[in-house]
C-alpha cells in the first residue's frame, strides 16, 4: 500500500467518523470473514432502563430499589448505573453504603445501611448458596422480552428481581443485513444470558450467538474462532472486552465507550454507528485496489 493511499483512505474514513490507527487496521479490513459484537453498548444503546421490580414475600419495592441503588453508587456498569437512575428518579432516601466490590461479569456485593447486599446474575447467588426459584418466572418473562434480569439478595435471603433493559441501536439491524450481505460471518458475543441474547439477536438478525460468557473468556472465544481460520473482527465498548478487541486481527471500538476499549482498538466508531464497520471495509477494499 502506498502511504499516499492510505492517507487517502484513512482521511476519507475519519470524514465519516471512523477513526483507523495506522494503515495496517485499513489494509484488513477488506479480508476480514467474521465479525463478532458485543451485545450491550454495542448493538444496544448501553444506556438501560429500570422495567421490572419483582419482590420477594416481606420485601417492598422501594426497600428492594433503595438497597440495590445503595450497592451499585460505586458501580460503573450501565445495570448498575440504570438502578441507581431509577431510585434517584423516584426520589428514595438511599442507606449509606459502607462497602463495595464489583464481580466482574457477575455483580456486586457490598454492604448498605447495616445490610448485606448481593445484586447480580444467577451465577452469584449461586456462590452464597441462594436459591432463585421464587423469582424465576418473573426474571424469566424479563428475559424474554429481551430485558436482563438481575436478582437481589439482602442479609443472605432472596429479596427481588430487577429487570433493565436497553434499546437496540435503530441502525444494528440494517448493519448487520449488510454485513451478511458481503459474506461474512456475524456474531454475538455477551456475558449476558442466553435468553436475553437470543430475544436481542433475532431483532438484528444474528444467528450465531455465544452468551453467558465471563470477562476473562471473550478473548478466548476470539481466539478460537481464529485458529479456525476465520480473520476476525471484534467491536466492543466495556473494560470487558479490551482482551477480546486486543485478540482480534481487527478491533473495533464504539467512540461512545469506555477509553479501555477504545485503546485496545485499530478503529474507533466515533457516533458508534455500527454501518461504520461497513464503511471501514469499502474503504479497505478502495485503497487496497488502487495500490495494485
Ligand atoms: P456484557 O457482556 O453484557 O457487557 P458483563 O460481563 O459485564 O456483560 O456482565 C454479565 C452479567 O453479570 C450481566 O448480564 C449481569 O447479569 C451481571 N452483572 C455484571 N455487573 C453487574 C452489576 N454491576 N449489577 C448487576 N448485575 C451485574
Ligand atoms: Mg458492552
Redesign the pocket.
Known sequence: ATPTAIMVGTGKAAELGILISGGEALEQAHRLTTVVL????TLTRGRPGVVHLGTAAGVGADELLAYAAAA?TG?E????EA?VREARERGLALPAAESFE???????EARAGGRAVL???P??MRRHGIGTGELEQAAGAVAAEGG???YVALDGRLAGVIG?ADEIRPESREAVDRLRALGLDVWM?????RV?AEVVARKVGIDHVIAD???ED?AARVAALREGGAIVAMVGD?I??APALATADLGIAIGTGTDVAIAASDITLVGGDLRGIVSAIDLSRRTVSTIK
Open positions: 458485543d451485545k450491550t453498548g451499585e458501580s456498569h450501565p445495570l448498575g438502578v464489583a464481580v466482574p461479569g457477575h455483580g456486586v445484586i447480580g446474575n451465577a452469584l436482563t434480569p438481575v433493565v458475543l455477551t456475558g449476558d444470558n436475553t460468557v465471563r470477562p471473550k466495556g470487558n472486552d
